[in-house]
Each structure stands twice: as structure tokens, then as C-alpha cells.
């Protein structure tokens, strides 16, 4: 089963990446009630338990089938590379009526018996008002489950998406596809990329591009999809996620602290991907202006690179900062 994007001579132009905070929204939602995805985000449900206990998330788990249609209207692609959450919830509110009756049927025609429920037989009768109620569900569990965490799951986000525009620019766009996830093929002679998906479904891209999206919450798993009107997108699990929960000093040896001091070899280990000053502040619980004067430090040893992305300079280990960081031993 997979799901067949085609491109044509101007779609490889048309290629870009987006952070969805929606979407992390909507992942969220999901692993909650997928126990197969809740242990990469153990530390994470102990966080959120009491949080999760007050919301009703049952209706947008009715649109969450295991196979088959998944919601367009209430996940759209993200619009840019940093769209807020709050533009996407405004969107979501802003669907057209005629998109919102036949994307909710089809969904809740995904699950058995999800249509005859008390909140599917709200949506079927009343779509263009269950959009606007679904999507106040939504904002509800981004604060509660999703905004706490949100910098930190952003400075993972926002790295991966760099990672992979050096790539692309290093390698091509065959190289970018076959790294990005084993459920990934590109067929050159037909210039067709393949995801190993749960449905088989064939798409034009017809000159609209793709948008590429990391997520942490998709995690294992890889999300293709989106018929017209919306732009073709393909989710996929984001790079780092094992260190993503980790707090400060849990993974710091103390014979690095010993040699480097601890806030200093703290902030060397806590870039297992690449980060930003303000990101390294939030995950460590320190000032941003401290983790500037480290990461400074570290530059000038030669243990870390930077490189500006946007309106940020990331910082990134070199292979001295990595072989300090991973080979460590503590002393017993």
C-alpha cells in the first residue's frame, strides 16, 4: 500500500519544508489514544497526565482513523515556514462549508460506527458549525498538551529543517528523499516518489509543489496525503527525537564537567542536533546571555560551528565537540 506523488519539471522548484504547531497539535492527540507511539514520549505524558485528564478529546479522536481518510480541513498544510498556531487555528475556522460536509464524512466513515455516535451525528448534520466547535477542542489541547513544550519542540523542528536544506542543497533532491525516511523511494524514470503509506492513492503534483513537514509526534510513523484543494504534504518523523525529553544535566558526564564546567559541558551536550540560543535557554533552564557566553566559549575551542538560518544562528557540534560529548566516561 502506498501513496504515489508524480512530479512534474517545475515541481522539484516547488519543494519546501513548514513547522506545523497544528499539526504537533493534532500528533499529540493522537499518541494518547496509539500506545504504540507513547513510549518515545514517556516524560512527556507524565507532564501533561493531569492536563490531558480535563480535556474531551473523543470527538477528535472519532476523526483519527487507523486507516483510510484522514481530516484536510482541520490539519491543512502550514501556509509558510513559520506560521503560528494561531493563524492555523484561524484557517481551520475559515474553511469554506462545501470542504468541511464531504471531509468529515469521509473520516468518520474511516472508523465503524463513528457516524452513528452522538458527536459524529453533530458533524453530519451540522458541519460548517462542528468545524468552528472542533476547532476550539483543538485550541484547547494545543495549551494544554502542546504550548508548555512548545520552544523546545520548535528548536528540534527548526533543526531538522536545516539539516535537511543543507542537504538538498549539498546532494539534490534525490538525496534529500532517500534520507528523510526509510518509507521514502524515488523513481527517477517516472519521477515519481513513493511512501509506504496505509492506502494506495496516486496524485499529480501538477506544478503545486510539496510541502515536506517534520514532526515530532508522528514519530514512527510517516503521513501522506491531502487531496485538492489543498497543497500535496507528506509528514515525517523528525531526526533527534532520543534526546528530545532529556533534562538538563541527564546526559551530561561528569568527567566532561569536570573539564569544561558543568553549565559549559551541558550546553556542548544538549546539541545532539543542531540549536539556537534561546532554544538551549529553555531546554537547560538558563540565561540566555550565560548560554551565549558558553556557546562562545566552545566556538572558540573548536568544539562547535555556526551558521545563521533565518533570523538565527544555530550552533552545531564539530567532530572534536562530538568525540567530548559521546565518549566521556564517568569515573565510578
Known amino acids: 500500500m502506498s501513496y504515489h506523488l508524480r512530479f512534474n519539471e517545475a515541481d522539484p522548484l516547488r519543494i519546501r519544508f513548514a513547522l506545523s504547531p497544528l499539526w504537533e497539535t493534532q500528533g499529540a492527540v493522537r499518541v494518547l489514544a496509539r500506545p504504540h507511539q507513547q513510549g518515545y514520549h514517556l516524560p512527556w505524558l507524565r507532564r501533561i497526565a493531569d492536563r490531558a485528564r480535563g480535556l474531551d478529546l473523543a470527538p477528535l479522536h472519532l476523526l483519527m482513523p487507523d486507516r483510510g481518510h484522514n481530516s484536510d480541513c482541520l490539519y491543512p498544510p502550514p501556509p509558510g515556514p513559520a506560521v503560528t498556531f494561531e493563524e492555523e487555528i484561524a484557517a481551520v475556522r475559515d474553511t469554506p462549508p462545501h470542504l468541511v460536509a464531504d471531509d468529515l464524512a469521509r473520516t468518520l466513515a474511516g472508523t465503524p460506527g463513528a457516524a452513528d455516535t452522538p458527536h459524529g451525528r453533530r458533524m453530519l448534520a451540522d458541519p460548517a458549525g462542528a468545524v468552528h466547535w472542533l476547532a476550539d477542542l483543538i485550541e484547547a489541547a494545543w495549551e494544554a498538551l502542546v504550548a508548555p513544550e512548545w520552544p523546545r519542540l520548535r528548536a528540534l523542528l527548526e533543526a531538522d529543517v536545516a539539516y535537511h536544506s543543507r542537504r538538498l542543497a549539498e546532494g539534490g533532491l534525490e538525496r534529500l528523499l532517500a534520507e528523510l525516511?526509510?518509507?521514502?523511494?524515488?523513481?527517477?524514470?517516472?519521477a515519481t516518489l513513493t511512501v509506504a503509506y496505509r492506502g494506495e492513492h496516486v496524485r499529480a503534483?501538477?506544478?503545486?509543489?510539496?510541502v515536506l513537514?517534520?514532526?515530532?509526534?508522528?514519530w514512527p510513523e510517516v503521513v501522506s496525503g491531502y487531496d485538492p484543494p489543498w497543497q500535496p504534504t507528506v509528514v515525517y518523523p523528525?531526526?533527534?527525537i532520543g534526546g528530545l525529553w532529556s533534562e538538563s544535566g541527564e546526559r551530561t558526564p561528569d568527567a566532561l564537567a569536570r573539564l569544561l564546567g558543568r553549565a559549559r559541558a551541558e550546553v556542548l551536550c544538549a546539541l545532539d542536533e543542531p540549536a539556537g540560543t534561546s532554544a538551549l535557554a529553555h531546554r537547560l533552564a538558563l540565561a540566555p546571555s550565560s548560554v551565549s557566553a558558553h556557546l562562545s566559549v566552545l566556538r572558540g575551542a573548536g568544539l562547535l560551528t555556526s551558521r545563521r538560518y533565518g533570523h538565527q544562528v544555530l550552533y552545531e557540534r564539530t567532530p572534536l565537540g562530538i568525540a567530548l560529548a559521546v565518549s566521556q566516561p564517568d569515573d565510578e
Open 238 to 240: 523528525v531526526r533527534g
Open 205 to 210: 503534483l501538477e506544478g503545486q509543489g510539496l
Open 213 to 218: 513537514v517534520p514532526s515530532v509526534f508522528v
Open 181 to 190: 525516511h526509510p518509507a521514502f523511494a524515488w523513481t527517477e524514470e517516472t
